[in-house]
C-alpha cells in the first residue's frame, strides 16, 4: 500500500484528489492538510511515502515546506503538484528537493503512475515541464561528464527511472548503475535530486 500525504488548500482539489487516490487500489490517502503548517508539524513523525505537494498555499510556501520536510526527512518523495509553469517555480522546486513535477490538470491515472514511479526512482514531471527543463539547459565545456554519462544525466533529469534510461539507451541496467555511481562521484554528489540541482546549476546537460 502506498502512503500519500496532500497539502493542498483548495477544497474541491483536496477532496477529488483524495478520492482518488485512497479510492485506487494499491493507494492510500488518509490524510491532507490545508497548510504547510500543519503538515511540517505531523508529517516528520508520520513520514508517508509520498507527499503531493502545492506551492501556492496561505503562510509557508510549498516550495519552503519542501526545503524544511528535506532537512528532518532527506529521502521523502515529494512531488510539486501545482498550476504553475514559470521557470522559477519549477527550478526553485526542483532545487528546494522536490522529486518530481506535475501540473494540476494531469490525468488521474498519469498522476497515480507518477506517484509508482517517483517510489521506484523516478522524477516524473510533465511533458511540458520536462521539456522546459531539458530546454533550458545547455551543455557547459567545462563538464567532466563523458558523453554517455551527459546522456544519463540528461534521462535523470527528465525523471526517467534507471529501467527505462536503460532500455532507451539499449544496455543492462547494471551498465546505468555504474554510470549513475560515476556521474554521482564526478559532481561530488550523493543522489539524484543533488545530481539535478547540479546539473541545473552548472549546465551540464
Same mark, same amino acid.
Given at each position: 500500500m502506498i502512503d500519500v500525504i496532500l497539502v493542498e488548500d483548495n477544497h474541491d482539489v483536496r477532496e477529488m484528489l483524495a478520492m482518488i487516490i485512497d479510492g485506487s487500489e494499491g493507494f492510500?490517502?488518509?490524510?491532507?492538510?490545508?497548510?504547510?503548517?500543519?503538515?511540517?508539524q505531523f508529517i516528520p513523525d508520520n513520514p508517508p511515502d509520498v507527499v503531493l505537494m502545492d506551492i501556492d498555499l496561505p503562510g509557508i510556501s510549498g516550495i519552503e515546506g519542501i526545503k524544511r520536510l528535506k532537512v528532518v526527512l532527506p529521502n521523502l518523495d515529494i512531488i510539486m503538484l501545482t498550476v504553475h509553469e514559470?521557470?522559477?517555480s519549477v527550478f526553485d522546486s526542483l532545487c528546494a528537493g522536490a522529486s518530481g513535477y506535475l501540473l494540476k490538470n494531469t490525468d488521474p491515472t498519469v498522476l497515480l503512475?507518477?506517484?509508482?514511479?517517483?517510489?521506484?526512482?523516478?522524477?516524473?514531471?510533465?511533458?511540458?515541464?520536462?521539456?522546459?527543463?531539458?530546454?533550458?539547459?545547455?551543455?557547459? +565545456?567545462?563538464?567532466?561528464?563523458?558523453?554517455?554519462?551527459?546522456?544519463?544525466?540528461?534521462?535523470?533529469c527528465e525523471g526517467q527511472n534507471h529501467k527505462a534510461i536503460a532500455e532507451s539507451l539499449f544496455v543492462s541496467n547494471h551498465t546505468i548503475r555504474?554510470?549513475?555511481? +560515476?556521474?554521482?562521484?564526478?559532481?561530488?554528489?550523493?543522489?539524484?535530486?543533488?545530481?539535478?540541482?547540479?546539473a541545473i546549476d552548472e549546465r551540464l546537460v
Open positions: 492510500s490517502c488518509k490524510h491532507a492538510f490545508v497548510d504547510c503548517e500543519s503538515a511540517l514559470d521557470d522559477d503512475s507518477s506517484i509508482k514511479d517517483v517510489i521506484s526512482g523516478g522524477s516524473p514531471m510533465s511533458s511540458s515541464i520536462a521539456r522546459k527543463v531539458v530546454g533550458s539547459f545547455q551543455r557547459s +565545456n567545462s563538464s567532466p561528464l563523458t558523453g554517455r554519462e551527459t546522456e544519463v544525466l540528461k534521462k535523470l555504474m554510470h549513475i555511481k +560515476n556521474i554521482y562521484k564526478k559532481l561530488h554528489v550523493h543522489s539524484r535530486g543533488q545530481a539535478v540541482k547540479k
